[in-house]
């Protein structure tokens, strides 16, 4: 995990200078053998983390907003006994601090737009790192890579067990964020949503009851200000704008080489026994 955080945060930086060398800025003397130390870094990292003992799952959660990720992610971790690590939920910490940082990025993440790889890395290595100082062993992320940039860097860094792809029908993806609700006292996540829809050229059914609170936190439930249907809309246009144009079937693509990726279509609530 030591290895991972540092790696990651040493392949952001190096792939910054990469970037600012490849628009014709010069490198700096140091800042070269900063750059090569990153790379090194990242392959140390990798070869580091496979002698370690006790390590536990890490696997990661995709799919479009709606589909389930984090509601599947957040319970399996729960059983591997391994955090689940949601990037969404790193940037609605940092959302929550009050500063020109959060303003920044509630202006792009209540429009619906991505982060920048920049923040999103450096808000996942500062993760990984408080996680590595609690003796964390393993992970479950959830909404990382969402780039190719991401992907390069996870594919870089570590060796990730199982990638699992989630995805839904159409219809029900927005019925589904429409109706998250979460519980402002104990942080748990439900779904008020009942989706029952026919299938499709005489496939299954598709049936998702409502994954209702118990009592004691039914008043205190509230919903994410970026779950409306406008900013929702936008959050599904960007994800299947990033897939049209190739943006992201790439990630999924460089994470399938690289590691075991298997998509699963829903049409019913999995039961996490099976999997
Ligand atoms: N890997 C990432 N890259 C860029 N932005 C991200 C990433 N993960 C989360 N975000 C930002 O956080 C917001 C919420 O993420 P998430 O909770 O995963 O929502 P969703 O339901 O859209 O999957 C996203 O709309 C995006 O602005």
Not at 129 to 143: M, S
């Amino acid at each position: 995990m030591a290895g991972i955080s540092r790696a990651i945060r040493a392949c952001a930086a190096a792939s910054r200078r990469t970037l600012a060398a490849a628009s014709g800025a010069a490198l700096p003397k140091e800042e070269a053998a900063a750059a090569g130390a990153g790379v090194r870094a990242a392959a140390t990292g990798r070869r580091g983390r496979d002698q370690e003992d006790g390590r536990r799952v890490q696997w990661v959660f995709l799919g479009c907003p709606g589909v389930g990720k984090g509601t599947y992610a957040s319970r399996l971790s729960q059983l591997l006994g391994v955090p689940h690590i949601a990037t969404g939920d790193l940037v609605r910490d940092a959302l929550a601090t009050p500063g020109p940082f959060s303003k920044k990025l509630a202006e792009i993440v209540n429009h619906g737009k991505l982060v920048s790889d920049e923040i999103i890395i450096n808000l996942l290595s500062r993760r990984l790192e408080e996680g590595e100082e609690k003796g964390e062993l393993g992970f479950i992320l959830d909404g990382f890579p969402r780039t190719i940039r991401q992907a390069e860097i996870l594919e870089g860094v570590t060796d990730i067990d199982l990638v699992i792809n989630l995805k839904l029908r159409e219809e029900a993806l927005l019925a589904k964020c429409l109706g998250r609700r979460m519980c402002s006292q104990c942080g748990g996540n439900f779904n008020v949503a009942s989706i029952d829809i026919e299938g499709e050229n005489g496939g299954a059914r598709m049936y998702m009851p409502p994954l209702l609170p118990p009592p004691q936190c039914e008043s205190k439930l509230i919903t994410r200000a970026d779950d409306t249907e406008e900013v929702v809309k936008e959050r599904l246009r960007v994800y299947h704008d990033l897939v049209g144009s190739n943006c992201l079937r790439l990630p999924f693509e460089i994470l399938a080489c690289s590691f075991f990726l298997i998509s699963i279509y829903l049409t019913r609530i999995l039961n996490l026994c099976y999997l």
